[in-house]
């Protein structure tokens, strides 16, 4: 195949995926038209599902399926997907940066009209960083501290466009709309409403926002940045699935011949690839490992002395990654399970506001598998659930806890633990989630700011909404004198913690602002018997 | 009764796009006129096996057709409750087959545009999709609408104790509104019935309208003032409202109330089907008070069918 027909073929490739990942991610939501019979949901039989394979990427990535199996997860749907990407890149060695990987595509369209000498930007050496990554990721995994998902490319970039990048063009489209709704002309008021039907389903169906995204969306820009310094920064120096990949393609079938006799060491090919794949300006300088096919070397070469082959390559090249790169990561990879953990939350009461979503595994493996790719927080209809901040302890951070004030978990939903694609949250239906029930925490009134119970009027919306039947929060009417002193009848609010599934809607709904007067909190959640709060 | 309301509003209204703007105001003045006595008309089916949309069908029928009530190229919107994501055995939420029925009346009777609107207390997407009102919706042609930020606008409600709040303004700029509830227990206002169901017609801080929430419900009962109300008894809930959850918070009874008056809709409802002395419910109480309508029967034609 000719040059030309290669790029147009890799570029009709690239912008496929890039595409396909784009119309999965959007399909993360519960959309406004899904549709369950409802005569069915009369046996209640029937939960509402995402019909698309909206973690399809997260599926083919042999990185997570690695680190969740050294975890001792065996993970098998869809792991044909997984094999088949081994397979192509062990034949055809990193094609998948070259023609597939999204964010490998975003990279590269960054890097477009980059003519730096990439060499003299960054240190080639710098590229053995990627592999100190990924031993330090393996090793951790094997510790039982699942890191991949923080450096995967595939969950940093369902996580930055998840959590910040779309939710953040959604507030902006949100403050154009509302001046329009705003507006004294009919048609402006109708468009507006069209306007937020048309994009909620894109941007997220009333503005999710979510704790840390600035942070997220700040790491995904500045990433992105950085080609403009040196085309695919990234992929070049960070990427651990790269690594792993560059591993496995070591004996590519799939060579970038070049023709000796063309060649006039003019170090074209060496100064413009991007991933310093060609270390010196000799035709048999090419290391397959570092070769993210991209064509560039071919593309540039005035000569026209570099062709794609399918062939033997020559002499099996050195093991890129040097010992010390590899040895280092491995210490990291020690150290990072123990520095997560060091807090002893792990082990001891968890944090009050670890409200994990149903389903979630019991603490220790769930930090053994979870990726932080940010699918459960994305499908959550309700904004219910955010990345950790500080509440999951360092080595649970951005891992998913549900914060009542901000959401609530619906008792007949259960998107999120149909979706997760490790299985860190495992899959529930919506009647274990009411009838066994599976509890997530526990509510608490404060008596103190409570309405009633401080006199200052009567209130009783958690009561109200509380969904459980019996319902978890009852009320006792009482004569009493309020604040003012004059008398009253309240209805004074509790809990019945034996009926309380902890799902924060009395907390989320709770006129007091700000900090509610009803708070849910993780104790007397069931994914472990320790935290129970009754005999 | 402040003058000042709507009027401003009604004329902008009738020059931007030709919509008959029903005011509440001017609804009022429309019964008054009317001059005949209001309606009342109670339908009743078989204990088991009761065919809902057919019982809706006899039900309008009684009350003198849809026709009646929906003239040619108007809009109507429907206001079920759909606050909860439950499905609708739980009779948490207005029974589908009872909106079916009444949204293929309307577009019998000639209505331009049908509109499903409740602004809900669950998520609406989860709501719509539990309840079958979505299913409904789509099967009908009605337009379903979310009850979207866009479409919340400030508005002065004129009532004792709420002014200005935010007005889900599909409902108020209809032609006609029907408001179809559920009838349920509630703990703070003692039962959900018609009127509390414009508690769904606004957004805002609607949580704190517990705090007053007879006077909150006659008022915003008397800002929408519907032309219609079908009170939706096919079951009602006497345990656990207004969520529910449980079968056994439920009992069928496959009866249909409606009338033309929102007070006697839900005096009747309140006395027949719970029990209870309508005057014991404050807001039923207020909204007599404030000649809202009346909690004397005898002052409308009662009739009763059954199926
Ligand atoms: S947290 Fe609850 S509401 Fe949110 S996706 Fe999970 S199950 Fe659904
Ligand atoms: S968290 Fe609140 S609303 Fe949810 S079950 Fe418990 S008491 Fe009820």
């Given at each position: ?5 290669l ?9 496929a995926?890039?595409l396909?990942?784009l119309v ?10 899904t ?17 698309s394979?909206?973690?399809f990427?997260?599926?083919i990535d042999?990185?997570?399926?690695l ?5 001792g997860?065996?993970?098998l ?9 081994m ?8 094609v998948?940066?070259g023609?597939?990987?999204p ?9 477009l009209?980059i ?7 960054i240190p080639?050496?710098s590229?053995?960083i990627?592999?100190?990554f ?17 450096l995967?490319?595939l969950?940093?970039?369902f ?14 489209l949100?403050s ?16 507006s409403?069209a306007?937020e039907?048309?994009?909620s ?7 999710p926002a979510y704790?840390?995204g600035?942070?997220?969306g ?5 990433l ?7 085309p ?6 960070l ?12 004996y590519t ?7 000796e ?42 000569q ?6 399918v062939?033997?390559a020559?002499a099996?090249?050195k093991?890129?990654?040097t010992?010390?790169?590899m ?12 520095v997560?953990?060091?807090d ?20 220790i493996d769930?930090?053994?598998v ?5 699918l ?8 219910a ?17 549900i ?5 609530y978990?619906e ?7 149909q979706?997760?694609?490790?299985g ?7 009647e ?9 925490g ?7 700011r ?6 200052n ?7 109200e ?11 006792d009417?009482v004569d009493t004198t ?7 009848k309240?209805?004074l609010?509790k809990?019945?913690?034996q ?12 006129p ?7 708070h ?10 320790r ?5 | 009764?402040p ?6 509003r009604?004329q ?7 919509l ?5 105001l001017?609804?009022?003045l ?12 109670d ?8 065919d809902?949309g ?5 039900l ?6 849809m026709?009646?009530?929906v003239?040619?190229?108007?809009v109507?919107?429907?206001?079920p409750?759909v606050?909860?994501a439950?499905?609708p055995?739980?009779g ?27 602004h809900t207390?669950?998520?609406a997407r ?5 309840t079958?009102i979505?299913?409904i ?19 002065n ?10 007005v889900?303004t ?15 227990v509630?703990?703070?206002s003692?039962l959900t ?9 606004v957004?805002?801080?609607r ?11 006659t ?7 519907p032309d219609?109300t079908?009170i ?10 207004p ?11 496959n009866?249909?109330i ?18 209870i002395?309508p005057q ?8 007599e008070?404030?000649?809202?309508g ?7 034609t ?6």
């Amino acid at each position: 195949m000719n040059l030309r027909t290669l790029i147009v073929l890799r570029r009709l490739s690239q912008t496929a995926f890039v595409l396909l990942f784009l119309v999965l991610f959007v399909q993360a939501r519960l959309s406004s038209d899904t549709m369950v019979d409802y005569s069915l949901t009369l046996e209640n039989a029937q939960p509402f599902t995402i019909r698309s394979p909206v973690d399809f990427f997260f599926r083919i990535d042999p990185l997570l399926r690695l680190t969740t199996l050294l975890a001792g997860k065996l993970w098998l749907a869809g792991i044909g997907w997984a094999i088949g990407l081994m397979a192509m890149t062990a034949i055809l060695g990193r094609v998948f940066c070259g023609f597939i990987c999204p964010f490998g595509t975003i990279h590269h369209a960054a890097s477009l009209g980059i003519r730096s000498n990439c060499d003299a930007a960054i240190p080639p050496r710098s590229r053995l960083i990627k592999y100190a990554f990924l031993a330090a990721i393996l090793v951790s995994g094997i510790l039982g501290l699942e890191l991949a998902g923080i450096l995967d490319p595939l969950c940093l970039l369902f996580r930055s466009l998840a959590l910040s990048i779309f939710p953040g063009i959604g507030l902006m489209l949100k403050s154009a709309f509302d001046a329009m709704a705003a507006s004294d002309i009919k048609w402006i008021n109708l468009a507006s409403y069209a306007a937020e039907m048309i994009i909620s389903p894109i941007f997220g169906y009333g503005y999710p926002a979510y704790q840390t995204g600035g942070l997220i969306g700040l790491l995904f820009l500045a990433l992105v940045w950085l080609n403009r310094f040196s085309p695919r920064f990234w992929c070049r120096v960070l990427c651990p699935l790269g690594a792993l990949l560059g591993l496995i393609g070591r004996y590519t079938r799939l060579v970038l011949l070049t023709d000796e006799a063309r060649c006039n060491a003019c170090g074209l090919c060496q100064s413009r690839c991007p991933s310093a794949a060609r270390s010196g300006k000799t035709p048999a300088s090419w290391n397959p490992s570092e070769c993210l096919y991209c064509l560039t070397c071919m593309n540039v070469c005035p000569q026209e002395a570099i062709s794609l082959r399918v062939a033997q390559a020559g002499a099996p090249p050195k093991f890129a990654p040097t010992r010390r790169a590899m040895l280092s990561g491995m210490v990291a990879g020690l150290f990072l399970p123990a520095v997560g953990r060091v807090d002893g939350r792990l082990f001891a009461a968890s944090d009050p506001a670890l409200i994990r979503p149903p389903g979630s595994l019991d603490e220790i493996d769930f930090l053994a598998v979870c990726a932080r790719c940010g699918l459960c927080m994305k499908v959550c209809p309700t904004n219910a659930i955010n990345p950790a901040w500080g509440e999951a302890g360092l080595a649970g951070f951005w891992t998913p806890v549900i914060i009542p004030k901000q959401g609530y978990c619906e008792l007949s939903c259960t998107l999120c633990s149909q979706l997760c694609p490790t299985g860190a949250i495992r899959p529930i239906t919506p009647e274990e989630k009411k009838t066994k029930p599976i509890r997530i925490g526990s509510a608490s009134i404060d008596r103190g700011r409570c309405l009633p119970w401080s006199g200052n009027g009567p209130c009783i919306v958690c009561e109200e909404v509380c969904p459980t039947s019996p319902k978890a929060i009852v009320f006792d009417t009482v004569d009493t004198t309020g604040a003012d002193g004059e008398p009253l009848k309240l209805k004074l609010p509790k809990i019945r913690l034996q009926h309380c599934v902890g799902c924060g809607i009395c907390e989320n709904k709770c006129p007091i602002s700000g900090s509610a007067a009803v708070h849910v909190i993780a104790a007397g959640e069931t994914r472990n018997p320790r935290h129970g709060l009754l005999l | 009764m402040p003058l000042n309301e709507p009027i401003s509003r009604r004329q902008m209204l009738f020059r931007l796009g030709g919509l008959a703007a029903a005011s509440p105001l001017s609804a009022l003045l429309q019964t008054a006129w009317a001059g005949s006595p209001n309606m009342l008309v109670d339908a009743s089916g078989p204990e088991t096996n009761c065919d809902i949309g057919r019982l809706t069908e006899k039900l309008i029928a009684a009350a003198g057709g849809m026709g009646r009530y929906v003239a040619k190229g108007d809009v109507v919107v429907i206001k079920p409750n759909v606050s909860w994501a439950r499905a609708p055995q739980y009779g948490a939420t207005t029974h589908p087959e009872v909106v079916r029925a009444v949204v293929r009346m309307c577009f019998d009777a000639g209505a331009k545009t049908v509109r499903i609107a409740d602004h809900t207390i669950h998520d609406a997407r989860q709501c719509f999709i539990v309840t079958g009102i979505g299913q409904i919706a789509r099967e009908t042609g009605a337009e379903l609408v979310f009850p979207a930020s866009s479409l919340m606008r400030e508005m002065n409600l004129h009532g004792h104790r709420l002014d200005m709040w935010p007005v889900f303004t599909p409902i108020v700029e209809a032609d006609k509104r029907i408001n179809i509830p559920v009838a349920k227990v509630h703990s703070i206002s003692r039962l959900t019935l018609g009127m509390k169901n414009w508690i769904g017609g606004v957004g805002g801080r609607r949580n704190a309208l517990h705090q007053d929430i007879h006077q909150s419900i006659t008022d915003l009962a008397h800002f929408f003032k519907p032309d219609l109300t079908i009170i939706d008894a096919t079951r009602i809930m006497i345990e656990n409202g207004p969520s529910g959850g449980n079968l056994s918070d439920v009992l069928i009874k496959n009866r249909l109330i409606l009338s033309d008056d929102p007070v006697a809709a839900d005096a009747y409802a309140a006395s027949q089907l719970f029990q209870i002395v309508p005057q014991e419910i404050g807001y039923i109480r207020l909204a007599e008070k404030w000649g809202m309508g009346t909690t004397d029967l005898t002052r409308l034609t009662l009739q009763k069918v059954t199926l």
